[in-house]
């Protein structure tokens, strides 16, 4: 799995609750972050020099824990690497059928409302909805501070959220990673706002194609976690632990 930071975590955590036995390389691109302001062929090029380290390992399954990252690459990851990819979108299909209002706010950073995929998807699943996409200026950046559950990260979630759900927004679609960490935020100061990540689907999707292709490991093989940071380890462990993760070894990589 790789993500310019610990937004890839949130997926990570419900791939684990759904296979505890698997092993797991997680990559967190941290000398890059953020990629969401950064033009897509930067972003590209990190993603196949991400793969190519993690096919030094023998991985037999990637999944791209980002949007962004998604929305630059995963084509061209496909196509050229012989492995299976799951990859993320924004949920726009669920908020559409989750919305009673008919009104859907979509939370994400600029490379991934800028990207095709989503233009697509967009197309496909948001006819009949009022769709508002929203570019989520500094909060990806405020996870990866460490200040989810700070009042800073509840002002700025209000400064962009608030006009939309005073406009009749009922639900709102995390189209970042990152943001899965700010859900108890969202909650504090949009209490009737449903809230659609799709972190557990995607995990689904990997276990899927996982069964599909035979790759599934031995039920009673010991799970494992390793952690490559191109940034700065330490305070990406830091982060790490005050989200709720165990700590685990940390392998640095350029
Ligand atoms: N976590 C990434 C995503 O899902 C983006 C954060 C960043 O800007 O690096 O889009």
């Known amino acids: ?4 930071g610990v937004g890839g975590l949130s997926v990570l955590r419900a791939f684990r609750q759904l296979a505890p036995n698997e092993r797991v390389i997680y990559f967190a691109d941290t000398a890059y972050f953020p990629y969401g302001p950064r033009p897509a062929p930067e972003v590209r090029k990190r993603a196949f020099a991400i793969i190519q380290r993690l096919l030094e390992s023998d991985v037999k399954l990637v999944v791209v824990a980002c949007n962004t990252a998604s929305a630059a690459a995963l084509p061209d990851l496909r196509e050229a690497f012989g492995i299976p990819f799951v990859g993320m979108v924004p949920g726009v299909k669920p908020a559409a059928s989750r919305s009673t209002s008919g009104r859907v706010a979509i939370l994400a950073t600029p490379g991934t409302l800028d990207g095709d995929l989503f233009a697509r998807v967009i197309d496909n699943f948001g006819r009949g909805t009022r769709i508002t996409t929203i570019a989520g200026s500094g909060l990806a950046e405020l996870v990866e501070a460490g200040q989810a559950g700070t ?3 509840r002002e700025a979630l209000r400064g962009l959220l608030g006009p939309e759900v005073q406009a009749g927004a009922d639900t709102v679609v995390l189209g970042c990673t990152h943001y899965a960490f700010l859900q108890d935020d969202i909650r504090a100061e949009f209490p009737e706002l449903s ?17 599909e292709g035979g790759l ?4 009673d093989q010991e799970g494992e976690l390793d952690l490559i940071v191109s940034g700065d380890r330490a305070q990406f462990r830091a982060i790490m632990q005050q989200l709720g993760f165990e700590p685990a070894p940390v392998e640095a990589q350029q």
């Open 195 to 211: 809230i659609v990540d799709t972190s557990e689907a995607v995990a689904r999707r990997a276990m899927q194609v996982l069964d």
């Open 1 to 4: 799995m790789f993500d310019s």
């Open 151 to 153: 009042p800073g990260a």
């Open 216 to 219: 599934r490991a031995p039920l």
